[in-house]
């Protein structure tokens, strides 16, 4: 008979009543597809809490969650990844793009609902994606203390323009561009450049790999439409599935298929109840239930 301290870890290991339900989701989901399954979650939308934010985004400490979710799984299978994402940091994002790729050769990203900036490149990352028409993506437009990288380059362009034209308009243009420290423009610039690598690099690895003949008409249509600001307009602007599939993104409809969807959207229900109601920020686990969860609770102490 197991004694009170092994009633009581195995209680533990269980977790909560939350956990279970997203746990059998999650296996449910893997004996539909018989693939890899991987949840990211990030609970932004829920967790509105001042310095919390770096934490909520995509971030070096998630490669210890991605690690932990993939140890014990047969890397030989494919991978579906069920995204829910703000992003993060470019670095932080292309150092798990890497990862995810060197372990699994297929990735199919389910959106659920959000993958923004980073989500959307991590995404872009996949040899498909799979959309609702309630999902979104997102611009990949770096922003660097809150600024769009795009935004400070159009500013710096339009006030040479415009004092290059008209003397008069140099005083007002100092005052503006004084808000900014003397190698700001130059950050932007590699920011821009950096983030826009990455998203056709693996574009061209993955999504249009086979695709020889249209592959970079193609992939250059795509970054236009996600990286140019003065097309997107606004970092925040949701991409729908109908947008995506009419750039050019590989996209599947995850209404095609009932089931899937129901599976899909049940996980993701859980998910998001989870992040409303526990102290759990971000989780990301796989379908054997390993996971790596973190905790406003352990961010406080």
Same mark, same amino acid.
């Given at each position: 008979m197991a004694n009170w301290n092994n009633i009581q870890k195995d209680i533990a290991s269980k977790g909560s009543t939350f956990d #279970? *339900?997203?746990?059998?989701?999650?296996?449910?989901?893997?004996?539909?597809?018989?693939?890899?399954? #991987? *949840?990211?979650?990030?609970?932004?939308?829920?967790?509105?809490i001042p310095g919390l934010m770096r934490e909520l985004a995509l971030n070096d400490m998630d490669k210890n969650g991605?690690?932990?979710a993939i140890n014990g799984l047969d890397v030989s299978k494919k991978l579906d990844l069920v995204l829910h994402t703000l992003g993060g940091e470019v670095a932080a994002t292309e150092s798990i793009i890497d990862y995810l790729k060197s372990k699994f050769s297929n990735i199919r990203v389910i959106i659920p609902q959000l993958a923004m900036s980073g989500g959307t490149m991590i995404a872009c990352s996949a040899n498909q994606i799979v959309m609702g028409k309630h999902s979104s993506l997102g611009p990949v437009d770096p922003q660097i203390g809150g600024i769009a990288a795009h935004g400070v380059i159009e500013e710096f362009a339009l006030a040479h323009k415009e004092i290059k034209e008209d003397q008069s308009k140099l005083a007002v243009w100092q005052f503006i561009l004084s808000k900014y420290h003397p190698t700001f423009l130059g950050e932007c610039m590699k920011a821009v450049a950096w983030s826009e690598k990455i998203l056709v690099d693996n574009l061209k690895d993955r999504m249009f790999k086979e695709d020889k003949d249209e592959k970079n008409r193609k992939v250059d249509t795509i970054k236009k439409e996600l990286c140019d600001h003065a097309i997107s307009l606004s970092h925040a602007r949701h991409l729908s599935f109908q947008k995506c599939k009419e750039i050019g993104l590989i996209v599947e409809e995850l209404e095609t298929d009932q089931k899937f969807q129901d599976l899909v959207l049940s996980l993701h229900h859980?998910?998001?109840?989870?992040?409303?109601?526990?102290?759990?920020?971000?989780?990301?686990?796989?379908?054997?239930?390993?996971?790596?969860?973190?905790?406003?609770?352990?961010?406080?102490?």
């Open positions: #279970i *339900i997203r746990r059998e989701c999650l296996q449910e989901l893997h004996n539909h597809t018989k693939r890899n399954i #991987i *949840i990211y979650y990030s609970g932004w939308l829920q967790k509105n991605f690690m932990t859980i998910t998001m109840q989870t992040l409303a109601t526990t102290s759990a920020y971000k989780i990301i686990e796989n379908h054997n239930g390993q996971a790596f969860i973190q905790q406003v609770a352990m961010l406080q102490k």
